[in-house]
T-cell receptor, first 113, second 114 residues
Framework: AQSVTQLDSQVPVFEEAPVELRCNYS??????LFWYVQYPNQGLQLLLK??????LVKGINGFEAEFNKSQTSFHLRKPSVHISDTAEYFC???????????FGIGTKLQVIP | DAGVIQSPRHEVTEMGQEVTLRCKPI?????LFWYRQTMMRGLELLIY????????DSGMPEDRFSAKMPNASFSTLKIQPSEPRDSAVYFC????????????FGNGTRLTVT
């Protein structure tokens, strides 16, 4: 079985400050990991993905995530956030080649001017 | 590409009525997924199709829910009869099925059952 835990339901942060959104997963086999972003009244969009190779993955809008196998984590980071980053962020996992993606509960990022 | 297209964007109906949600996936995508999003349960996979064939419907809550994909460019999710607890945002997503293929989501249908 696979599951995803997002440890923070809401994260407030001041504009231009750094942010980290935490994600832990559980799976007994190799996984593919994703971060998606959801803006109000829209569907989810892919931010970045980890399949294999380098553990540091860069995505769109200046976000990056680091895969840590020993800690089963895939935390999302941005060194300096902008007001437009206010959205909900979802960590997701699926087993290699398997189409059933499991999403975390989501973390609401609120950027404060 | 126009992306995944869902209709309607909003649906308000009374308990007991039939509701039909529609989805047009991205052309060329072999997989189509229906998700439901609620505050309490987050994003739940209801059912997914491969080449128009339902592969896994274990997430469909009960017999009141049914989904079809009559061709590669159209799918429906039907609830009959609807209940207030079905109120949620329903998303359709598609992808090409490759190991690195992310999901492409529509903008969702917000369903309110009164």
């Amino acid at each position: 079985a696979q599951s995803v835990t997002q440890l923070d339901s809401q994260v407030p942060v001041f504009e231009e400050a750094p942010v980290e959104l935490r994600c832990n997963y559980s799976s007994s086999v190799s996984v593919y990991l994703f971060w998606y972003v959801q803006y109000p009244n829209q569907g989810l969009q892919l931010l970045l993905k980890y399949l294999s190779g380098s553990t540091l993955v860069k995505g769109i809008n200046g976000f990056e995530a680091e895969f840590n196998k020993s800690q089963t984590s895939f935390h999302l980071r941005k060194p300096s956030v902008h007001i437009s980053d206010t959205a909900e962020y979802f960590c997701a996992v699926n087993l290699g080649g398997y189409q059933k993606v499991t999403f975390g509960i989501g973390t609401k990022l609120q950027v404060i001017p | 590409d126009a992306g995944v297209i869902q209709s309607p964007r909003h649906e308000v109906t009374e308990m007991g009525q039939e509701v039909t949600l529609r989805c047009k996936p991205i052309s060329g995508h072999d997989y189509l997924f229906w998700y439901r999003q609620t505050m309490m349960r987050g994003l739940e996979l209801l059912i997914y199709f491969n080449n128009n064939v339902p592969i896994d419907d274990s997430g469909m809550p009960e017999d009141r829910f049914s989904a079809k994909m009559p061709n590669a460019s159209f799918s429906t999710l039907k609830i009959q009869p609807s209940e207030p607890r079905d109120s949620a945002v329903y998303f359709c997503a598609s992808n090409g099925g490759g190991r690195d293929s992310p999901l492409h989501f529509g903008n969702g249908t917000r369903l309110t059952v009164t």
